[in-house]
């Protein structure tokens, strides 16, 4: 009795959880806009600030600023209605993945240390690139090719912009990060909106 009884419960469980495809669908509709636009306003305020501080002081602010845009997006997710932190009626292994990519950059940061002890002004090349990497599995996990653009673009630029300002580098960097957020920003929210509609459209049907 015993074993029937696990083996009902095993069932049981198996119906209600989600399948990854129902997870994934449930993850995007989620408005992936806090963290971007955190991004961005650390950045310009980095660029902005820039040429009136000197080598050491925005070598710290860029440390600490790119070290704060997670707060800032943590914070900023009240407003969009993500609510990085609220508590969800189901699990979502997409969520964890997101969690997952952002560690996975944070890591990378182990690079970018030895090689700015050698030399500070690589801090603004190897932080800008290696923190646009979570955007990868994100673009994986939506299906949409925002999170593609965002990594390439803002690696090819960030690299351009290294070699063309060689007097500017983190004006000319700060630059490209926040036009690449500002693109990626005006394409999430025309994908959250799309979603929206369609998710209206499925529940008029079902009426």
């Not at 997710?77 to 009626?89: H, I």
Request: include cysteine.
């Amino acid at each position: 009795m015993e074993q029937v009884s696990s083996s009902r419960t095993a069932v049981s469980l198996k119906r209600t959880q989600p399948t990854l495809e129902q997870q994934r669908e449930s993850f995007k509709q989620n408005r992936f806009i806090a963290m971007p636009l955190a991004g961005t306003i650390v950045w310009a305020i980095l660029g902005a600030t820039a040429p009136f501080v000197s080598e050491l002081t925005i070598t710290w602010m860029l440390y600490i600023g790119t070290g704060a845009i997670f707060y800032l997006g943590a914070g900023l997710s009240y407003l969009t209605g993500e609510r990085f932190f609220a508590k969800k009626g189901t699990s979502n292994s997409f969520d964890r993945l997101f969690f997952v990519g952002m560690l996975m950059s944070l890591l990378v940061f182990a690079i970018a240390l030895p090689v700015a002890a050698i030399d500070h002004t690589t801090v603004s090349l190897s932080i800008g690139i290696l923190a646009g990497l979570m955007w990868m599995p994100l673009s994986w996990a939506i299906e949409h090719w925002v999170g593609y653009f965002h990594t390439i673009a803002r690696t090819f630029g960030i690299v351009g912009a290294w070699y063309l300002f060689p007097d500017a580098r983190v004006e000319a960097i700060s630059a490209v990060i926040v036009s690449v957020y500002i693109v990626s920003l005006i394409a999430l929210e025309r994908r959250f909106q799309t979603c929206n509609v369609k998710k209206r459209a499925n529940a008029q049907m079902s009426i």
